[in-house]
């Protein structure tokens, strides 16, 4: 007997798509290949032939990230809002969608490749789920960006809140970062930490992927090293500062920095990164410090250029 979900998930197609070096934020690349899935699909569905006052741009196309136990899965949910205008089954209009997304096969210098496994969810949700390699690629892209500054905070904005636990995690980010430079565990380029430039002179790339072991079977890929749920909680965060911090609202950047500095210390007390951890897997401890350098670098912008306070680097 087929289940549930068998009958209710249609598995339709991987994609593969090129990214800047300069803005690596996945919500508005996915929402742009979907604008550019509705201007190839049949007329039922165009852009073209919406009602004037219902034209979509890709910022209005309903999409967000799952929750954290699938948190590299984003999920669109364009079909219901086309569904009542052209009187299709949301279901279809998905499958039509996905069907028509563009195939990109270009890649340059200044671009990456992202891959992504795509499914049909019924009702009629669409479902992006970012590959292992997909995930490594976006990882090193994001140390090696400098973030998007924006304005800065006025002072009652900032006296309102308390900024301290993310300055405690900035600063226990160059704290780990330069103890495993002293332990040769990594070689940064500088240990002031006053810049946003990429810290690790070695290794590079960051041993994001699990190459010591087998493929996996099932989706045929090396998988990710960082597998703990903390792990994966600082991840998802990361994710969302990226998609967040291109939205021009400044109040945003506190939040931004309260949801990392939790993520970052819950991973700090749950993933050892020296002693027996650099000693028995100097690579996953190489990976965890990866994490620790981009939750810094993201840290020091959001508070000393977006909010305007210090970013202490000693505890």
């Known amino acids: 007997m087929e289940s549930k979900v068998a009958k209710n998930t249609s598995n339709c197609r991987s994609l593969s798509v090129n990214i800047s070096r300069n803005f690596i934020a996945i919500k508005p690349l996915l929402q742009q290949q979907l604008i550019a899935a509705m ?3 049949g007329t039922d569905i165009a852009p073209a032939n919406l009602p004037s006052d219902l034209k979509l741009m890709s910022q209005m196309i309903p999409l967000h990230r799952l929750s954290d136990n699938a948190f590299a899965v984003y999920r669109c949910a364009i079909a219901f809002k086309l569904a009542p205008l052209w009187q299709l089954p949301a279901f279809d209009i998905a499958n039509q969608l996905v069907a028509c997304l563009p195939i ?36 090193q892209q994001s140390l090696q960006t400098s973030p998007n500054q924006r304005g800065q905070l006025d002072k009652n904005q900032k006296e309102a809140h308390n900024l301290f636990p993310a300055q405690y995690a900035h600063a226990r980010c160059c704290s780990l970062l330069r103890l495993a430079h002293q332990q040769d565990l990594i070689k940064l380029q500088d240990l002031s930490f006053k810049t946003l430039n990429y810290p690790f002179i070695e290794p590079h790339p960051i041993p994001w992927l699990d190459n010591d072991q087998q493929v996996n079977t099932t989706t045929g890929q090396v998988q990710l090293r960082l597998v703990h749920p903390a792990e994966q909680h600082l991840i998802a965060q990361l994710l969302d500062w990226q998609d967040a911090i291109n939205i021009q609202n400044q109040g945003s950047s506190i939040k931004l920095a309260s949801a990392l500095s939790k993520a970052f210390e819950t991973f700090y007390s749950s993933c050892r990164i020296l002693g027996e951890v650099k000693t028995n897997t100097p690579k996953l401890a190489q990976a965890r410090l990866g994490l620790v350098g981009l939750t810094q670098i993201i840290l020091r912008s959001l508070l000393q250029d977006q909010l305007g306070v210090p970013a202490p680097t000693e505890l």
């Open 104 to 139: 990109n096969t270009q890649n340059t210098s200044n671009q990456i490749c992202l891959d992504f496994t795509i499914e049909v969810v019924f009702p009629g949700w669409i479902n992006f789920r970012l590959s292992s390699q997909g995930l490594a690629a976006w990882l």
């Open 39 to 41: 201007n190839l699909a």
